[in-house]
Nanobody
Framework: QVQLVGSGGGLVQPGGSLRLSCAASGITGGYYAIGWFRQAPGKEREGVSCISRSDGSTYYADSVKGRFTISRDNAKNTVYLQMNNLKPEDTAVYYC?????????????????WGQGTQVTVSS
């Protein structure tokens, strides 16, 4: 079955960096997207970024453009989210998910399989 394992969260000071990883297994076929989402306490889950497995196309939410970079290693079936210049408002539990769709926008209800969350805390 499809399984996603997210990792790489932690505590970092404002302006710092973290790299999240999402290792995928059990996905058949080459047309799907991996997305990153986050959910802060008391807030709805929001899409952060996604990447297409087939052509590598990407999407970023406005709040992270220029600071976050998503990438993939198809040989390892792993997607990374490099997060730079982190801000306190980036604090949230981050989730990766997959769906058999392209990567145009990243909306939680369009994604079918979810990994466990990884906590990112940005604080001095």
């Amino acid at each position: 079955q499809v399984q996603l394992v997210g990792s790489g969260g932690g505590l970092v000071q404002p302006g710092g960096s973290l790299r999240l990883s999402c290792a995928a297994s059990g996905i058949t076929g080459g047309y799907y997207a991996i997305g990153w989402f986050r959910q802060a306490p008391g807030k709805e889950r929001e899409g952060v970024s996604c990447i297409s497995r087939s052509d590598g196309s990407t999407y970023y939410a406005d709040s992270v453009k220029g600071r976050f970079t998503i990438s993939r290693d198809n040989a390892k079936n792993t997607v990374y989210l490099q997060m730079n210049n982190l801000k306190p408002e980036d604090t949230a539990v981050y989730y990766c998910a997959t769906a058999f769709i392209g990567c145009t926008v990243v909306v939680p209800h369009e994604y079918d399989y979810w990994g466990q969350g990884t906590q990112v805390t940005v604080s001095s």
